[in-house]
């Protein structure tokens, strides 16, 4: 089902500079402060291109996506960027340590070219809904470049973990780069290159569903560009890093929940209306998220001006998510915090981290954290695959995917 094609990607050349000071985490984990920070680390680093400055000055002839395809097209004239000379994969392994619990681990993939496929084809999966303002973002970097720069997330069945072999034998050869990014995570990749391996891979892709784990944003903009370019070389395709949803590797962190600027705010009226039980502290409740019970729908509680951490505990139902539970029941229910605010993110912030959490009802950030388990890749499996859609923010594959290894520009 899955077409999977090497490619000649575009990667930074020695000219450019140390290949540490050139990736950039996906464009949308990028943060003012890290744009700033990447911006002055090398002027060829990619985030000029996947998230340049806007200037006041910006009108439709020069603007950031004008001036992205300007360095796109100056750094392949200079030699910044040069262009492989035999189609092939790129293994890419990821060592990192999981944030909580410390537990030390390597998720191994492939970079490739992946045909673009509508939903009702039943090949790729999403598991997110998408919004339109990211999607228009991609659209004009993408029309101005045609070109693809980050990859999208894509994992596959395969519990015997034969393409993982394949990669473990890439990985014997020098690697064309060895990164550790900012989080601590080593970011390594391989060159696969031989014929035979990688007509092996396309093989044994061929009979996969895709999930979407991340880019689902990107991905419905390489199926809009699809569309609208029906004759475009090779529109109908993006890169892409597929990776073994069986394998030891893989973890979903998850996003807790921070509530602030609530008027009449009352913690007791709250934990009054939960079916709560209150916890010494936030080592309980660590030590409770270790041991899963996919039975029961746990949400940790931290409210400000009161000691310790609740938890909330009941049955769960079938197909029943965490996250949908403190949304619609809690969020929406108690405290009348609607879709629309979360989506427009008023009174609700982000935390990756359960101590992070914790430590901003603390320091008189937040109101209250709500404490979640991490989502496990058979829920996500099962949801995708059934044809349902989870809340934004239900998941957090860990560590991201770096952008600038290898660049896919279309045939011009």
């Given at each position: 089902?899955?077409?999977?094609?090497?490619?000649?990607?575009?990667?930074?050349?020695?000219?450019?500079?140390?290949?540490?000071?050139?990736?950039?985490?996906?464009?949308?984990?990028?943060?003012?402060?890290?744009q700033t920070r990447y911006l002055a680390q090398n002027p060829n680093n990619l985030v000029r291109v996947i998230l340049g400055e806007r200037l006041p000055s910006d009108n439709e002839q020069q603007n950031v996506y004008t001036r992205a395809a300007g360095y796109l097209t100056d750094w392949i004239a200079s030699g910044i960027l040069a262009q492989e000379a035999e189609p092939s994969l790129y293994?890419?392994?990821?060592?990192?340590?999981?944030?909580?619990?410390?537990?030390?681990?390597?998720?191994?993939?492939?970079?490739?070219?992946?045909?673009?496929?509508?939903?009702?084809?039943?090949?790729?999966?999403?598991?997110?809904?998408?919004?339109?303002?990211?999607?228009?973002?991609?659209?004009?970097?993408?029309?101005?470049?045609?070109?693809?720069?980050?990859?999208?997330?894509?994992?596959?069945?395969?519990?015997?973990?034969?393409?993982?072999?394949?990669?473990?034998?890439?990985?014997?050869?020098?690697?064309?780069?060895?990164?550790?990014?900012?989080?601590?995570?080593?970011?390594?990749?391989?060159?696969?290159?031989?014929?035979?391996?990688?007509?092996?891979?396309?093989?044994?892709?061929?009979?996969?569903?895709?999930?979407?784990?991340?880019?689902?944003?990107?991905?419905?903009?390489?199926?809009?560009?699809?569309?609208?370019?029906?004759?475009?070389?090779?529109?109908?395709?993006?890169?892409?890093?597929?990776?073994?949803?069986?394998?030891?590797?893989?973890?979903?962190?998850?996003?807790?929940?921070?509530?602030?600027?609530?008027?009449?705010?009352?913690?007791?009226?709250?934990?009054?209306?939960?079916?709560?039980?209150?916890?010494?502290?936030?080592?309980?409740?660590?030590?409770?998220?270790?041991?899963?019970?996919?039975?029961?729908?746990?949400?940790?509680?931290?409210?400000?001006?009161?000691?310790?951490?609740?938890?909330?505990?009941?049955?769960?139902?079938?197909?029943?998510?965490?996250?949908?539970?403190?949304?619609?029941?809690?969020?929406?229910?108690?405290?009348?915090?609607?879709?629309?605010?979360?989506?427009?993110?008023?009174?609700?912030?982000?935390?990756?981290?359960?101590?992070?959490?914790?430590?901003?009802?603390q320091n008189g950030k937040a109101q209250v954290a709500f404490l979640l388990e991490p989502t496990t890749i058979e829920q996500v499996a099962d949801i995708a695959f059934s044809g349902g859609v989870m809340p934004q923010k239900s998941t957090d594959f860990y560590p991201k995917l770096l952008s600038g290894l290898t660049i896919y520009r279309l045939p011009r």
């Amino acid at each position: 089902m899955a077409r999977i094609f090497p490619f000649q990607p575009y990667r930074y050349s020695l000219k450019a500079g140390p290949i540490e000071k050139l990736v950039t985490q996906p464009y949308d984990k990028i943060s003012p402060e890290m744009q700033t920070r990447y911006l002055a680390q090398n002027p060829n680093n990619l985030v000029r291109v996947i998230l340049g400055e806007r200037l006041p000055s910006d009108n439709e002839q020069q603007n950031v996506y004008t001036r992205a395809a300007g360095y796109l097209t100056d750094w392949i004239a200079s030699g910044i960027l040069a262009q492989e000379a035999e189609p092939s994969l790129y293994a890419y392994f990821q060592e990192f340590s999981v944030p909580d619990t410390g537990e030390k681990l390597n998720r191994k993939g492939f970079i490739g070219v992946g045909a673009v496929e509508d939903y009702s084809e039943n090949v790729v999966h999403r598991h997110e809904q998408t919004l339109s303002g990211p999607k228009k973002d991609r659209m004009e970097l993408l029309k101005h470049t045609h070109a693809h720069f980050g990859q999208i997330f894509m994992l596959y069945p395969d519990p015997k973990g034969e393409i993982d072999q394949i990669l473990d034998e890439a990985a014997k050869s020098a690697p064309l780069g060895k990164i550790v990014d900012e989080y601590g995570a080593t970011h390594t990749f391989y060159k696969i290159s031989d014929p035979a391996r990688v007509a092996k891979i396309q093989q044994l892709m061929s009979d996969k569903k895709l999930l979407i784990a991340d880019g689902h944003h990107r991905y419905e903009t390489a199926l809009a560009f699809r569309k609208d370019n029906p004759n475009l070389p090779e529109s109908d395709r993006a890169m892409m890093t597929f990776v073994n949803m069986n394998s030891n590797g893989l973890r979903i962190l998850a996003t807790h929940r921070l509530v602030n600027g609530l008027e009449n705010f009352q913690a007791s009226d709250l934990l009054a209306s939960l079916d709560v039980r209150k916890l010494a502290g936030i080592g309980d409740l660590k030590a409770i998220f270790t041991k899963p019970d996919l039975s029961k729908v746990r949400i940790g509680i931290v409210v400000r001006g009161l000691e310790g951490v609740y938890l909330m505990e009941r049955a769960r139902a079938p197909r029943e998510l965490d996250v949908e539970v403190l949304h619609k029941e809690i969020l929406a229910g108690k405290l009348g915090i609607g879709e629309d605010a979360i989506r427009e993110e008023r009174f609700l912030k982000y935390a990756r981290g359960i101590d992070p959490a914790f430590e901003a009802v603390q320091n008189g950030k937040a109101q209250v954290a709500f404490l979640l388990e991490p989502t496990t890749i058979e829920q996500v499996a099962d949801i995708a695959f059934s044809g349902g859609v989870m809340p934004q923010k239900s998941t957090d594959f860990y560590p991201k995917l770096l952008s600038g290894l290898t660049i896919y520009r279309l045939p011009r």
